[in-house]
């Protein structure tokens, strides 16, 4: 099982989903990179926990202002139509409901839709964030992941064995291999690497893949 | 009335030991770098105070600014949301070595706390950590069919705050990103102490645009040039660095 796609191919994939006018908020780290792959035509708006709404790439480098950073403490620009505000009210537009999607990264994703992304374990220093806020509040929570652990083993399990973020929260999950969502408690395929049968992505999905439709065929760009 | 004092040394004079202290700012942006640094100039020069409650969203980075007043030996226990960073080595060791508390809060219940603080609500129900390790032992009810996790306010004896432009009743604006926690930790200390780029007289702040309002704030003093983490951290400094 060679194929998969790459992380910049994953994060496309979940940037077709995300609808002109959206307003989004984006994981620190690999979610970031699916602000760079909008279709033409669509404008999302991305919302930074520490107090931003509609910025944009990063500098040039030599051109920070260390005031103007998002929730990765990374530099960022505006864009036309931005606006600042406090924490409080930064945390109303997450657990108010009022941003449409939330994208974040994910160590393993449950088949009734729990999440665990922000610890390994005891060791070391935890660290939390804003991700246990983001995935009660936004309207749509969606996770980008690799199919399976650096080592080969599944994700997507029945049960969550670390530490949870959240509690039912995840309703689509893109993969390296697949776009699954949780419906009802479940997996349900809708599209799948061409190349794959059904069985490969189930022989690597650590819990049942149910298919409800006609399985797409998951297509993305060389990028 | 005129809140302002006339150095660092007199605005970080009310900070006594044990003292819960919030510290504005996300990562460098809105951190008061200046007053923190006042602090440990007082500490190295009496060895007060001491056995600090700090409350802020990280654990500093580096050896400037928080990172230095955790290295100092001045904090006990530390309050936030994400205590990693890029050079994180100062809290690392020292929590590992069990040598200082933490208590891990998500960032926006971080921040509902404070806001709730400073608004006199004790309590409040959130759906954040419900399920998880960070809603243990705290009490959980039902509204709407759905489960909230009840959080206690947060509220400090003293605030240290970056502000961009302070008027000589303490009504404040903020620069960028650099508000984040600074007006809600204005709003929930007992004494607020303000770092400002520019102070103006009264009036020189049209009131359309003031973000924190004078009553919230006790004592301003101007910081004209402050000082960024990042570009501290960038030149590797070390605070107080080598006397």
Redesign the interface.
């Known amino acids: 099982m060679a194929a998969k796609l790459t992380n910049n191919q994953i994060a496309w994939r979940a940037a077709q989903d995300i609808h002109d006018g959206a307003y989004v908020n984006l994981g620190i780290g690999f979610p970031e990179k699916v602000a760079q792959y909008q279709p033409p035509g669509r404008e999302a708006i991305f919302h ?5 709404l509609n910025f944009g790439e990063a500098p040039p480098s030599g051109e ?6 998002n929730a990765g ?1 990374r530099a960022v620009t505006l864009k036309p139509g931005s606006a ?5 009210d ?2 109303a537009m ?2 108010g409901g009022h941003l449409d999607v939330a994208i974040l990264g994910a160590y393993e994703v449950a088949e009734n839709g ?1 999440l665990a992304n922000w ?1 390994t374990g005891p060791k ?10 983001l995935v ?2 936004a309207k749509r929570v969606a996770v980008i992941t690799d199919h399976v652990t650096k080592d080969g083993k599944p994700k997507l399990l029945q049960r969550c064995s670390l ?5 039912g929260c995840v309703t689509r999950v893109y993969t390296s291999l697949a776009v699954i969502d949780i419906e009802g408690g479940r997996f349900v395929l809708r599209e799948k690497l061409a190349v794959l049968s059904l069985d490969e992505l189930q022989a690597v999905t650590g819990a049942e893949l149910h298919v409800a439709s006609p399985v797409a065929d998951l297509i993305v760009p060389e990028l | 009335m005129d809140k302002t004092v006339a150095d660092l040394a007199t605005a970080v004079a009310g900070i006594e030991d044990g003292m819960t202290v919030m510290i504005g700012g996300f990562g460098g942006a809105g951190s008061p770098i200046e007053l923190i640094h006042a602090l440990i100039d007082r500490f190295l020069a009496t060895g007060h105070p001491t056995g600090l409650t700090i409350i802020n969203n990280n654990a500093g980075n580096g050896h400037v600014g928080l990172a230095a007043l955790i290295e100092a030996g001045m904090v006990k226990k530390l309050v936030c949301s994400f205590p990693r960073s890029a050079d994180p080595v100062v809290f690392t060791d020292l929590y590992l070595a069990g040598k200082i508390e933490l208590e891990l809060v998500p960032q926006g219940t971080l921040a509902e706390r404070i806001r709730a603080g400073g608004a006199g609500i004790p309590a409040f129900y959130t759906p954040t950590s419900y399920g998880t390790d960070l809603a243990r032992g705290k009490p959980v009810a039902e509204f709407d069919g759905r489960p909230y996790v009840q959080e206690r306010w947060l509220k400090a004896d003293v605030a240290l705050v970056k502000a961009e432009t302070a008027d000589t009743q303490g009504n404040l604006t903020y620069r960028a990103a650099a508000r984040n926690f600074n007006p809600l930790m204005c709003m929930a200390a007992a004494e607020t102490v303000v770092q400002a780029r520019r102070v103006v007289p009264a009036g020189g702040i049209e009131p359309e645009v003031v973000i924190t309002p004078g009553i919230f704030v006790q004592k301003v003093v101007e910081v004209a040039d402050p000082q960024q983490e990042e570009d501290l951290n960038r030149a590797n400094a070390v605070y107080p660095g080598v006397a």
């Open positions: 930074t926990e520490n107090g931003i920070e202002d260390w005031d103007l950073i403490k600042f505000f406090h924490h409080a930064s945390f997450v657990r729990d610890s070391g220093v935890p660290a939390v964030g804003g991700a246990m806020d009660h509040g530490p949870l973020t959240g509690v």
